[in-house]
């Protein structure tokens, strides 16, 4: 079997034309993630894109060559197609002379691609699966690919009529109508379970994807959340209980967040978001190594807004100072801790969870955090076991 290869394509950011590369460098990630192995980029500048083909005449014919070059079978978009630009890029790419099929994605369908192969529970699986056939009910093709993986088939089916086009229709129509029913039952039982956690303090875990969360998870709660060096390593909500000092919180980590997130995807998956949106104290973890990482942080503060949790207490936690420190030396930590204050983060602290570095700074402002909402609950509550702090070498 050849390798999985493929070609990236976006417009030049007009507002931000050096944002451009990072975009690619992230679309390539998530290509990555997906077992597809990048061979060339391209960026069209365009006041706006083609409504036929995305990009314009003489860049169409560029990537087709270096489709035919590098025997390529995908292409991928940095931005959502329309059905018909994705109709008439799969007819532009696929030569009927041509062996390889190739397969053209934006960039909503290579992230629901991901969660599809990321999804481990029932929950998870279902709420992929809605958000797959509602980005694909106005997007059949002739070529079929995806919806046959959701089908458990396998290729291609060749000269499908028009009629059995509108079949799949009708069927995908009925199957995104038993997954919401599914979904609901599957919400119901989740209220009724927070519901009865309603006399313990909730912390989320929230961030960009692959910022180290799972990682930190781990440390806090001494558990085994799987942690990768991958995008969305954790599509699957994981809550555990944690105790420090002598105050017990729930702590949850969710699904990383990334520019240009799926509206499909955010829906389908509101049961597993209650959990970020129903906590009593968010825990915004970045990487701080990250060139962009100021972007990323608008972007999940952005999210957030638009899920309806960005009135919750913060605490930002800017993770993989090792690695900052690598490339920059000494670090003036105080100046960038009041540069975040000023952004409206009143609690801030560095901390690498890869080298355990600086946790317990992270631990004692955690407990002050959460004594606080605790004695919300328990107004008579008096501290029997204040926390200690220590170095972290002695932990």
């Known amino acids: 079997m050849g390798k999985n290869l493929g070609i990236l394509v976006a417009l030049a950011d007009k507002e931000r034309p050096e944002n451009t590369e990072e975009h690619l460098d992230e679309l390539a990630f998530l290509a990555e ?71 053209v994605y934006d960039r909503s369908l290579l992230i629901l691609d991901i969660f599809l192969m990321r999804a481990q529970t029932a929950q998870a699986r279902t709420q992929v699966e809605l958000a797959m056939n509602q980005y694909l009910l106005p997007r059949l093709t002739r070529m079929w690919t995806h919806l046959e993986r959701q089908r458990g088939g396998t290729g291609t089916r060749g000269g499908a009529g028009e009629r059995e086009i509108e079949t799949d229709r009708r069927n995908i129509r009925y199957r995104i109508s038993l997954l919401k029913d599914e979904l609901d039952k599957i919400d119901k039982q989740r209220k009724t379970q927070r519901k009865s956690r309603s006399n313990v303090v909730r912390v989320a875990l929230v961030g960009y994807t692959n910022v180290g969360k799972s990682t930190l998870m781990n440390l806090l709660s001494k558990s085994d959340v799987k942690a990768e060096n991958k995008l969305f390593a954790t599509v699957d909500a994981t809550v555990r ?155």
């Open 33 to 103: 993630t997906a077992g597809i192995e990048t061979v060339q980029r391209f960026v069209q500048k365009l006041p706006h894109p083609d409504v036929r083909t995305f990009v314009g005449k003489g860049k169409l014919e560029e990537i087709k060559t270096s489709v035919i070059k590098h025997e390529v079978n995908n292409v991928i978009f940095d931005d959502d197609l329309s059905p018909s630009q994705l109709r008439n890029l799969e007819k532009e790419f696929n030569d009927k002379e041509r062996e390889i099929k190739v397969r």
């Open 241 to 395: 209980k944690v105790v420090i000092g002598d105050i017990p919180f729930l702590l949850s980590d969710t699904v990383g967040f990334i520019r240009k997130l799926p509206h499909h995807l955010i829906e389908s998956f509101k049961s597993t978001l209650d959990e970020v949106r129903e906590a009593d104290i968010l825990v915004h973890v970045v990487d701080i190594a990250h060139p962009y990482h100021d972007n990323h942080i608008e972007v999940v503060k952005k999210t957030l807004v638009e899920i309806g949790a960005g009135d919750i207490s913060t605490i930002l936690v800017l993770n993989k100072i090792d690695l900052l420190e690598q490339s920059e030396g000494e670090l003036d930590l105080e100046t960038r801790r009041g540069n975040y204050r000023q952004h409206g983060f009143d609690n801030v602290v560095f901390i690498s969870a890869e080298k355990k570095k600086n946790i317990n700074a992270l631990r004692k402002m955690l407990f002050e955090e959460v004594k606080k909402k605790h004695m919300k609950i328990y107004p008579n509550y008096v501290a029997g076991m204040e926390f200690v702090f220590y170095e972290d070498s002695k932990e």
